[in-house]
T-cell receptor, first 112, second 110 residues
Framework: KQEVTQIPAALSVPEGENLVLNCSFTDSAIYNLQWFRQDPGKGLTSLLLIQSSQREQTSGRLNASLDKSSGRSTLYIAASQPGDSATYLC???????????FGSGTQLTVLP | DAEITQSPRHKITETGRQVTLACHQT?????MFWYRQDLGHGLRLIHYSYGVQDTNKGEVSDGYSVSRSNTEDLPLTLESAASSQTSVYFC?????????FGPGTRLTVT
């Protein structure tokens, strides 16, 4: 059974800092990996989707990388802002069905 | 703009009552999903559907049912609500593999 882990569970950084969020998964036979953002009391917003054949995806200040063989993905946030404060979730799709297995998330706080 | 909506946003019900949570999407996506989110467990899949008249059980389907009579809607029914079903429920949809989530329904079973 696929298991997805996100470490750390919480992270606090000063504004302007570049930071990396980590996601690891136990079964490397994935179809794709998706990063989400969740604000308190809100739904999930899709940030980036990386196909298994890709090494990275970029959207604005966000860059996600994928190393399937080692079972790892990272989300890099450049020049962090207080508005980036949220919980970031990664989820993997193993391709057998269009279902996602989620990590528990990293709660990010960017201090002004 | 296309969107996915859930109703109600908040619900309090009593143990043993039947409850139905609504999910409606206007993207014309074939795939729809229901998840629950609990502290310490993250998001877990309850049921999913790949099209009209198709429904499948997820990881935590006991006590829940869904039906898909059209493309836009996938209502989630709790047959006899239990306190263990107090949670935040999210509906999602996708055409391919990228899923889009609704705002969630906070359900409290007393």
């Amino acid at each position: 059974k696929q298991e997805v882990t996100q470490i750390p569970a919480a992270l606090s950084v000063p504004e302007g800092e570049n930071l990396v969020l980590n996601c690891s998964f136990t079964d490397s036979a994935i179809y794709n990996l998706q990063w989400f953002r969740q604000d308190p009391g809100k739904g999930l917003t899709s940030l980036l989707l990386i196909q298994s054949s890709q090494r990275e995806q970029t959207s604005g200040r966000l860059n996600a990388s994928l190393d399937k063989s080692s079972g790892r993905s990272t989300l890099y946030i450049a020049a962090s802002q207080p508005g980036d404060s949220a919980t970031y979730l990664c989820a993997v799709n193993d391709g057998s069905a269009r279902q996602l297995t989620f990590g528990s998330g990293t709660q990010l706080t960017v201090l002004p | 703009d296309a969107e996915i909506t859930q109703s109600p946003r908040h619900k309090i019900t009593e143990t043993g009552r039947q409850v139905t949570l609504a999910c409606h999407q206007t993207w014309n996506h074939n795939n729809m999903f229901w998840y629950r989110q609990d502290l310490g467990h993250g998001l877990r899949l309850i049921h999913y559907s790949y099209g009209v008249q198709d429904t499948n059980k997820g990881e935590v389907s006991d006590g829940y049912s869904v039906s898909r009579s059209n493309t836009e809607d996938l209502p989630l029914t709790l047959e006899s609500a239990a306190s263990s079903q107090t949670s935040v429920y999210f509906c999602a949809s996708s055409r391919g593999y990228e899923q889009y989530f609704g705002p969630g329904t906070r359900l409290t079973v007393t």
